[in-house]
């Protein structure tokens, strides 16, 4: 049986990878309680991505890097645009 190879992060897809929460966490700074409640309040927010076909509660999620990536970019222009 051959080993999984591990993908480096600069060569991976941002549009095809899903990250779970604590790179969630690392990349946009939030806490895990944040980001629920971005989840209900913030339309901007990434959606998560079901990776089960459970429904109930702390089934497993990722998140698409690239939406994160956006998102963060997104906040990082709104507060250069409101500091002009």
Do not use: C
């Not at 991976?12 to 939030?30: C, F, N, S, V, Y």
């Not at 927010?45 to 509660?57: E, G, I, Q």
């Not at 970019?73 to 709104?78: E, F, H, N, S």
Request: net charge positive.
């Amino acid at each position: 049986m051959s080993k999984p190879t591990a993908i480096s992060p600069a060569s991976r897809d941002p549009d095809a990878t899903l990250i779970r929460m604590p790179e969630l966490l690392a990349l946009t700074g939030l806490q895990r309680s944040t980001v629920y409640k971005r989840l209900k309040s913030d339309p901007t927010f990434p959606k998560p991505v079901p990776l089960s076909d459970s429904n109930a509660r702390g089934a497993p999620v990722g998140f698409v890097l690239a939406e994160v990536q956006a998102w963060v970019k997104a906040r990082i222009a709104a507060r250069e645009h409101n500091a002009a």
